[in-house]
């Protein structure tokens, strides 16, 4: 026996792109609720979402944009999401999912390393003004004509598209856009429908590397359709279902395993607001009656620890998928008992893999269903290999490797990355250590890439550190993650300053602010004389690891105690 599975056989792949799904959607269940944005009070059925996501298209291109273009979406979860999904897709374009959380530097790489030539943004959201941003990195916006900047910072971008009835000098309207379709651009939409290929890029999304710098994942039609399908299967999706979904629409838990899945069944899409929160999660399940739930597992525990929990009625609730990060047993177990979520499953995947490779099922014994990732999906290998890449002996652990059609084109731009993970057999290293019982179900036992998961969102310490090394005060920058109840983990920075420097943890949280996205600045900054190595001169960050969780753990005992005293 060795340490591989084939998922088998599940419902037959589609070889349908993605505006061709939404067409049938709207052609199978033209009346029935498609999107439902809480919030925004928004109602639209299938048919009412095909048909504004067409008059986007065609606005789109009557903008200068041609098929194959890039074009960036900056927003939260608003209904214009959909649009921008379904109507890049109709004009043929590629998508580019950009993080909202993102500060200017970060999206002036995104928007760059992609050759983005349009961009639609949302105005502003939480502390992001994107206006700003936008005119920062592109000052000639102001002066320029819709549709044909010419920015020194940004040198592919041409459109910019500001959501709402209104924009700045320089930019379109997305109402303005979408009243620009007219008969010709709809039938110029039919044509690029019949051109269309479903194994071509349709969507980028970022995540980054062990090397700092953001890696940009193209995913094609077939990776992501056929992703929802099988995973729709596995949670018995039908038209009956409505799914509340408060995980973001930039990752592929939003827009592959909440989208597109309801889109390749028919059920309802609810959005419970813009971004995550407990209680209006909570309201829409039981205004919406939804009958599916997704998110990771931070996200469960907040819902399940929001104190009018009780007062809510999640009768209605049924299925849904937890993944992203490790789900605990505990966890699990309450979501079952406490939310109704009798055939919750687990999922396991990376965005380079559509996203999902393995999921439990329903009809897994419990002790599988919350001790395990599950199994392959259909139609999707995995095995389970050494450091010389040979597959293992059951229960052994050793490096996930997956194939099939899930498994992304490449990172844009960036043949030697891509080769450095996916091998000429395709199949995908996925940096994660896992083991695989002699039934096919796996364990992820731990990470070779050095990344932590702090509330759902992936952190590259490479990355912080790169920044971080900016600061001229700063000799050497060890960043780690510390476990955090409610977040999973925690970022700390362990920082050696340069000789006779001094410098405060408020400093360098401050030095971070407005220059990386506010999930991935340090909670804990420690400032050290000396880093333990290895013999090698290796830093040897599993002590730095210890050392602090230890102290936290110390320091929160200290404040029990102290709290009991009084
Ligand atoms: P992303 O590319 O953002 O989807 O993140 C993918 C990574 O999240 C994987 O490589 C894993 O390290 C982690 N991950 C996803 N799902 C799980 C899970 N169910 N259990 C443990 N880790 C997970």
Redesign the pocket.
């Known amino acids: 026996m060795q340490s591989y599975a084939h998922g088998g056989d599940g419902p037959p792949l589609l070889g349908l792109t993605v505006s061709g799904v939404l067409d049938e959607a709207a052609a199978r269940w033209p009346d029935k609720d498609a999107l439902i944005v809480v919030d925004q009070q928004i109602r639209w059925t299938w048919n009412e979402l095909r048909d504004r996501a067409r008059a986007l298209a065609a606005g789109l291109l009557s903008t200068g944009l041609h098929p194959g273009d890039r074009i960036g979406m900056l927003a939260p979860n608003r209904a214009e999401w959909l649009l921008a999904q379904f109507g890049s897709a109709y004009a043929g374009l590629i998508l580019v999912n950009v993080n909202p959380a993102y500060r200017a530097p970060e999206l002036e790489y995104a928007l760059n390393k992609v050759g983005c030539r349009a961009l639609i943004t949302e105005t502003q959201f939480k502390s992001s003004d994107y206006i700003a941003m936008m005119q920062t990195l592109a000052p000639e916006l102001a002066a320029s004509t819709s549709g044909d900047l010419y920015a020194h910072g940004l040198p592919e971008l041409r459109v910019v598209i500001q959501l709402g009835k209104k924009a700045v000098p320089g930019m379109f309207s997305l109402d303005d856009v979408m009243r620009q379709a007219d008969v010709e651009s709809l039938q110029r939409l039919d044509e690029i429908a019949a051109q269309s290929d479903f194994d071509a890029p349709i969507n980028i999304q970022f ?1 980054s590397g062990t090397t700092g710098a953001p890696k940009a994942a193209t995913l094609t039609h077939h990776n992501m359709i056929n992703n929802a399908l099988m995973s729709a299967a596995i949670l018995d999706f039908s038209c009956k279902d409505r799914l509340c979904i408060p995980v973001p629409m930039y ?3 939003g827009m592959v395993l909440g989208t597109l899945l309801c889109a390749t069944t028919g059920a309802a899409i609810v959005f419970p607001g813009a971004a995550f929160e407990a209680e209006a999660t909570l309201q829409a399940i039981e205004a919406e009656s939804c009958t599916a739930l997704h998110g990771v597992p931070t996200m469960f525990i907040a819902v399940l620890d929001e104190p009018e929990f009780e007062k809510y009625d999640l009768s209605s609730l049924r299925t849904g998928i ?6 605990p047993t505990e966890l699990m177990q309450r979501v079952i008992e406490d939310m109704h979520m009798s055939e919750i499953t ?7 893999t559509g ?1 999902l490779s393995t999921q439990t099922s329903p009809r897994d014994s419990v002790e599988r269903r919350v001790g395990t ?1 599950g199994r392959a999906l259909p139609h999707t290998e995995i095995k389970i290999v050494d450091e010389e890449g040979h597959i293992v002996a059951p229960d052994v652990a050793g490096e996930l490797c997956v194939r099939g059609y899930n498994v992304m084109l490449g990172y844009w731009g960036d043949p030697e990355r891509t080769a450095e993970d996916i091998d000429t057999s395709r199949w995908i290293r ?3 250590v896992a083991t695989m019982d002699e039934n096919g179900y796996l364990r ?1 036992v731990g ?1 070779s ?1 050095d ?1 932590l ?1 702090r509330g759902g969102e ?1 952190v590259y310490p490479r990355e912080i550190e790169n920044f971080l090394y900016t600061n001229p005060k700063i000799n050497q920058v060890e960043v780690i993650g510390v476990p955090d109840p409610r977040f999973g983990e925690e970022i700390a920075a362990c920082i050696q300053l340069q000789e006779g420097e001094q410098a405060t943890e408020e400093e360098i949280r401050n030095y971070c602010r407005g220059k990386l996205a506010h999930f991935k600045i340090p909670r804990y900054v420690r400032f050290v004389d000396e880093f333990p190595m290895t013999v090698t001169g290796k830093v040897q960050k599993f002590i730095l690891r210890e050392r602090l969780t230890k102290e936290l753990e110390q320091a929160f005992r200290t404040s029990q105690l102290k709290r009991a005293a009084t």
């Open positions: 995540t990752h592929c838990f937890m993944a992203g990060a490790p789900c687990i999922g396991y995947g990376m965005t380079e996203p990732v996925t940096g994660d992820i990470r890439k990344m998961i992936n």
